[in-house]
């Protein structure tokens, strides 16, 4: 991109300002800090860069124009000048109909995309009335027992209209199909149907541990919804693949893209081994990052993270179609940086992730509540959440340009650091026999391990400042008596709700579709049409997820 001879120039230009002008302030002033380094990677941060940091950068090859290859600068061609990311605000609690409330409430204020939360009984495969069910029925989310419950949460709602996103994991064949049956009931064409499953199983055996098979009856439900959804659904991404909770985990911003990415290499890989064409289900893959605070390695990371996909979908895969190489991702703000004490500052540091996920190009974003850190949002703090991306969107100036730092030095050289340690982990993944036995192994864990101690052991030791917690404290703080609460007798109803919904359907039905999925789990045939058949029987979440374990098992973690 440079000149030889302005690059030298330009080399001995900072060598002198080094000498004659920097030199002395440090010597008299010195800096406010030791070192300076990005947020989690440990990156050293220079005092000043020019383009001689970025000596080597290609234009065409390393970043290009947005919407072609290596979508550095954006997946798509105009960006946020053509339409702006989708703003889906997580939600959902309790039972089905406050949850529906939840949904109006938000679509009533301008957002644009809903994003469905459920309880831990629900990820787990559990019906309300479990055993292992007590006392966390509608805590973390909403509580889906039967497709009763799913169209109750839509009600009123079209789904040819609304994009939803839902956050399961390992009951996500369930999930989905209660979602397309719904849509069924609505007389949606399927092919109006649109969002996406989160539907990554390694990252729980990784970071949040909400699994239930073991890894290769897994990896075969999420081929199986890949196939089904490129026949039937094709406009539903298939799967989410999650570094968001890696990073939550404690994982540094580079492991966060190799972690995830590696996932990304396992699930296609598993895919084309089961006969399908890379073509045909990769254009609806989609990712899931966080957004930490330090907003230029955020950016960065967005950044390299495109280009990367772009090249081992063409380089491992031979991927020809220009939707199969572009990594579309969903962006959520960092809900292990909000704190406790003076959760006002949280609305600050949401602002700040935001950003940093807009300059980073993001296709939809989720803005966390100031009061997440004590309780599920209230309505008042989700409204300033959405509030935070609306005035992002239309007051800020962020989503006028494209891609509005590419170019910066600094920026563009930590793209190319990040990229480059990113691979180095990748590579080493390759070396242990991929992302699954890497997992298996538990040396992923051990990884973001290492990292999340030591994080925490400069907080502890203050050498990483949290505003509020560690420095600029307060001695008596006023704790809000204003946070969202789950009514304990939700409990009671969901389950008396679940006891009409099974006296009221065809028992006959339900064993006979119960019966057909298991036989379909033993064979080879995709089993999505056959729980999609159990779950308009009313057959419940666990149920059908019991169903399969009789066939798959159940995973036993040995880290």
Sequence with gaps: ??????????????????????????????????????????????????????????????????????????????????????????????????????????????????????????????????????????????????????????????????????????????????????????????????????NDVLKEYIARNTYIFPPKPSMRLITDIFEFCGEEVPNFNTISISGYHIREAGSTAAQEIAFTLADGIEYVEAAVEAGQDVDEFAPQLSFFFASYNNILEEVAKFRAARRMWARIMDERFGA???????????????????????????????????????????QSLHTNGKDEALSLPTEESVRTALRTQQILAHESGAADTIDPLGGSYYVEQLTDELEAEAFDIIEEVDERGGM????????????????????????????????????????????????????????????ERLEDVRGRRDEATVEETLAALREACEGEENVMPYIVDAVKAYATTGEICDAMREVFGEHRSSV
């Design 320 to 362: 020809e179609s220009t939707a199969s190489k572009q990594l579309k991702f969903h962006t959520q703000t960092a809900g292990s940086t909000l704190t406790a004490q003076q959760i006002e500052n949280n609305v600050v540091r949401v602002a700040y992730q935001a950003l940093a996920a807009v300059l980073g190009g993001t």
């Design 436 to 495: 699954r036995s890497a997992v298996e192994s538990g040396w992923v864990q051990r990884q973001i391990q290492d990292v999340a101690y030591e994080r925490q052991r400069e907080i502890e030791e203050g050498e990483r400042t949290i505003v509020g917690v560690n420095e600029f404290t307060v001695d008596d703080e006023e704790r809000s008596e204003n946070l969202e609460e789950v009514d304990p007798e939700d409990e009671r109803r969901q389950i």
């Design 1 to 198: 991109m440079f000149d030889p001879e302005d690059l030298q120039r330009i080399r001995e230009a900072r060598a002198e300002w080094e000498d004659d002008t920097l030199g002395p302030t440090l010597d008299r002033f010195g800096e406010r800090r030791e070192s300076f380094t990005t947020d989690t990677g440990g990156h050293e941060v220079d005092p000043l860069y020019t383009p001689a940091d970025v000596a080597e950068l290609d234009y065409e090859e390393d970043l290009g124009f947005p919407g072609e290859e290596p979508f550095t600068r954006g997946v798509y061609s105009t960006m946020y000048r053509g339409r702006l990311w989708t703003m889906r605000q997580y939600a959902g609690f309790s039972t089905a109909e406050k949850t529906n409330e939840r949904f109006h409430y938000l679509l009533e204020e301008g957002q644009t995309g809903l994003s469905m939360a459920f309880d831990l009984p629900t990820q787990m495969g559990y019906d309300s009335d479990a055993a292992m069910a007590a006392g966390e029925v509608g805590k973390s989310g909403v509580a889906i027992d039967s497709l009763y419950d799913m169209e109750t949460v839509f009600d009123g709602i079209p789904l040819d209209e609304v994009s939803t996103s839902m956050t399961i994991n390992a009951p996500a064949s369930v999930l989905l199909a209660m979602y397309v049956a719904v849509g069924d009931r609505q007389g949606v064409d399927r092919e109006q149907l649109r969002g996406t499953i989160q």
